[in-house]
Structures are given as C-alpha cells and as structure tokens.
C-alpha cells in the first residue's frame, strides 16, 4: 500500500508529493492529461517552433515560491531568466508608468506627486519580504508566523480594498499600474485584501522580478517531476481518476482539483456547494514575424505588459465580467512576450506573445477584436504582425484544464472573503470531510498562481496524519 496518491499533476499537486516524497513517504502522481503541468504547460498552440503557455508563462510567484526556493530544481532543468523589466504599463500619450526591480526608478515612472507615497508603501516590507512571503503564503494554520509583527503591519495596509490604498496617490498613472496590478486575482478593485494583492505583486518584483523560465513553463513542471521521480515517488500520466476505486489503494489521497471534481470522485456530496467560480479570461497566443510594434519604448523590453488607460477603465473591465455578467467593451489585458528574453521560444527573428482579457464565467462569445483593438491603441501596426493566432475563450480553457470550472483560470472566485478562507471557512483548509482525503489545489490558500504553497502546505496536513497513524 501507498502512503499517498496525488490526483493532478499541476505545480501544486507535483509539489505535494515532493514534499511527502522528502520526508520517506512513497508517493504516485496520477495525471489525466499526458503530460505534467496543469496551468503550467509549454506547447506549440500555433504553428512549428512557436513554443506557447497556455495558462501562466511569467512567475513572480514561482521565483519567490519558499517551497520551490527549497528545491534544487535546478538541477533538473529550471533556469528563470529576467526581462529588463519585469512590468510595463503604458498610457495613450506614448508614456509608461514601469514596475522595475528598482523601487526608485518604478516611482519616478509615477512622477514627483507620487514617487514618495509609493517608496513610503513598499520600502519597509521589503527588507523583511522573505519572511513576510512565507508567513502570508502558509496561512491560516500551516504554520505559526513567523515575524507577527510584520505581517500584522503588511495586514493592516493589505487588507483594506485596492481602492482604498489608492487614495494614498494623487494622479491615475500610479493608481493604474496598481490597479493592473490587483487585477490579476479576476476580482473587483473594491473587495477586501486586493491592497495586499497589489502589494504582494509589487515587493515580488522589488525582491526577485517577474521572470520567465527558460524553454516555457513547462520546465518548472518537468523540473518537479523529474525531482519526485529521483525521490522514488512516481508519475502516470493519461490516467483519468473518476472515483476513488480507481486508485491504488492509499493511506492519503491528495487532490489537486477543482473542489467540484473532488467531492464527485471522493462522493463527499454537497460538501463544497458553497464554493463560488470567478470570472473567466479569453486568452490568444500569437505568432508574431516581428516584436510587438509599442509605442512607447518600456514595454519592448519588459516580460509583462498590461493594458488599462486608466485605473477607472481596469475597474469597469473587471466590474462587467465578475458582477455584471457581460464581456468589457474595453477589456483590461495582462501581456506577456517570453521571446524579448527567451529566443529558443520561437523561430530566429519570430516571437511568441499572449494576451488576455476577462470575461464572465462560462461566457460563449468570442473577444478577439475588443482585445486586438486594445492592443492597436498602444502599438499600431500590431495586427501586421501577426501569422497565426490561438484563442481560446471560457469553454476551451476548461476543456485544456478541468480545475478551470467555467473558464475560471484561478479554479474559484478570488474575491470577498473567499480569496483568503477557501475552500470554505474553516482552520483546517487542505482537510475534507473524508478522513484521508485532502485538496491542495489553487482552491486552498493562498490561491492562484504557479507557486506550489497550496501543495506545500497541504503535505503538511497530510504528513501529520501518516504520522500519527503510523
């Protein structure tokens, strides 16, 4: 018998049975697609030599990952690679306010009004931000923090909405960027704990950047994959799990899923029927015969690009696709261009680019043009550019990957109280009413994003329980 069998192999459930595997526990990953990775995959979704992401491709979470920074991945492949600038956010007069390693260069980009109200917000958690990432990516109960004080302060400006902490800057330019900022949890600027999302997203750029890994991010799944491999634990892909009987038997078994898909296969009933699915992304992947043709000169060289004039444009973007059911007429756009700092992603002189807007879950319609459209405002001549393009909207993003419920790429509604205590209110998050069955998906916290703590914190309630019933 088993000590544990993980369901999924994303960066969380990967990271999951690492964290068992390191500890003597003999692990096996089951995995319905034939490849590892979950959100974290590199195919070629255009054409020949186009290596794209489908769901994440730059990691700030990822590089500042405390599970992952204890890992020798490495070893196995995994090498981050830094653009000049992590994030660019341009503005229709050919300007960009810029997110830059640098706390000084990124608020003289907001100009004099502003610079010192931003240096005043960030520059005293950044000292201290290797232990504050840690202490808010392993709550509520998977460890004590480990500096209170710090983390009571990062709480007391982070908890607030976004749109309150924005009060502290007197012009748009950096209450914009900040907002681009927020919106990357698909969740209203007003909702509570979105400052400590733009907070988080901002001293992760201060402290190590917005990287890329090389190759794609396919290479952090392979890279944990072949570490769990050289622990002893083992991988099946292309083995879909419909009910535990399915499964070899196991003293532990880890989900890596969509709440939904684990009380189905689990039959834990109606034990999640609470749990809300967000708002949902309609992404394109590009093929471009040339960079991305923007006006103003920061964004040719940064990883990460978002599009919103203004933050009162970002506001209502997200405002029609979570709260009023509709697709944006003018969609906020989160840019990513891995070719600027990796060329082994595309053909010698071609690039790979991608975009995306928000869109209301499971919504049918096609957002194609209003992006494009978005995209013509800040770099003219971009459909020129392009050869071939990949689009998939709410029902291909979850066919690609089932924890996406309704196109909804952060498996859960980040917003209101259920962006910190989810998958319902409770201290024992990763726990469910199955004794030896536990979720440690982007579902449990700290939520979204390419960072394996969900999986990392998880396998600490799993391992407790092996050890306790030995």
């Not at 640098?102 to 958690?125: M, Q, W």
């Not at 901002?202 to 769990?228: E, K, M, T, V």
């Amino acid at each position: 018998m088993l000590d544990a069998v993980v369901v999924g192999a994303g960066p969380n459930g990967l990271t999951a049975a690492v964290e068992l595997a390191r500890r003597g526990f003999s692990v096996a990953v089951f995995e319905a697609k034939g490849t590892v990775g979950g959100g974290a995959r590199t195919e070629e979704l255009t054409l020949p030599g186009f290596r794209h992401d489908p769901c994440s491709a730059a990691h700030p979470l990822g590089i500042n990952s405390p599970a992952f920074r204890g890992m020798p991945l490495e070893r196995y492949g995994l090498e981050w690679l830094q653009p000049s600038l992590p994030m660019a956010h341009p503005f229709p007069d050919g300007t960009a306010a810029v997110l830059s390693r640098s706390v000084a260069e990124t608020a003289a980009s907001f100009g004099p009004r502003d610079a010192g109200a931003y240096r005043r917000l960030i520059e005293p958690f950044l000292p201290k931000w290797d232990t504050l990432v840690r202490d808010f990516m392993s709550l509520p109960m998977s460890s004590l923090p480990r500096d209170p004080v710090t983390l009571a302060r990062f709480g007391l400006a982070g908890l607030p909405p976004s749109t309150w902490l924005m009060r502290r800057f007197r012009d748009d330019r950096a209450r914009a960027l900040f907002a681009g900022l927020v919106a990357h949890v698909i969740a209203p600027l007003g909702g509570i704990v979105t400052g400590g999302v733009g907070m988080v997203f901002a001293l992760a750029a201060h402290a190590r950047g917005w990287p890329l890994p090389r190759g794609g991010s396919q290479s952090i799944s392979d890279a944990l994959a072949a570490y769990l491999k050289d622990l002893g634990g083992s991988v099946h892909t292309d083995y879909e799990v419909k009910r535990l009987d399915d499964l070899p038997p196991a003293r532990a078994y880890v989900f890596d899923t969509s709440p939904t898909a684990l009380a189905r296969i689990a039959g834990l009933g109606r034990a999640y029927e609470g749990y809300r699915y967000g708002a949902s992304a309609f992404k394109i992947d590009y093929a471009l015969d040339g960079p991305v043709p923007w006006t103003a000169e920061e964004p040719r060289t940064a990883g990460t690009v978002h599009i919103g004039p203004s933050s009162k444009e970002i506001g209502t973007a997200l405002r029609a696709a979570s709260r009023e059911g509709r697709a944006p007429d003018a969609p906020f756009l989160i840019t990513v261009q891995p070719s600027v700092v990796d060329p082994s992603r595309a053909p010698q002189g071609k690039h790979v680019f991608w975009a995306y807007g928000h869109v209301p879950n499971g919504w049918q319609g096609d957002l194609t043009d209003a992006i494009e459209r978005q995209l013509e405002r800040f770099a003219p001549g971009f459909r020129d550019r392009v050869i071939a393009r990949a689009t998939a909207g709410p029902p291909e993003l979850a066919a690609h990957n089932a924890n996406y419920v309704g196109g909804d790429i952060a498996c859960g509604a980040a917003s209101g109280l259920q962006l910190m205590l989810r998958p319902k209110l409770t201290l024992y998050p990763y726990s469910t009413p199955h004794p030896a069955v536990f979720i440690c998906s982007s579902a449990t916290p700290p939520g979204p994003g390419v960072h394996g703590m969900s999986g990392h914190n998880a396998a600490k309630a799993v391992w407790r329980m092996l050890r306790s019933n030995p």
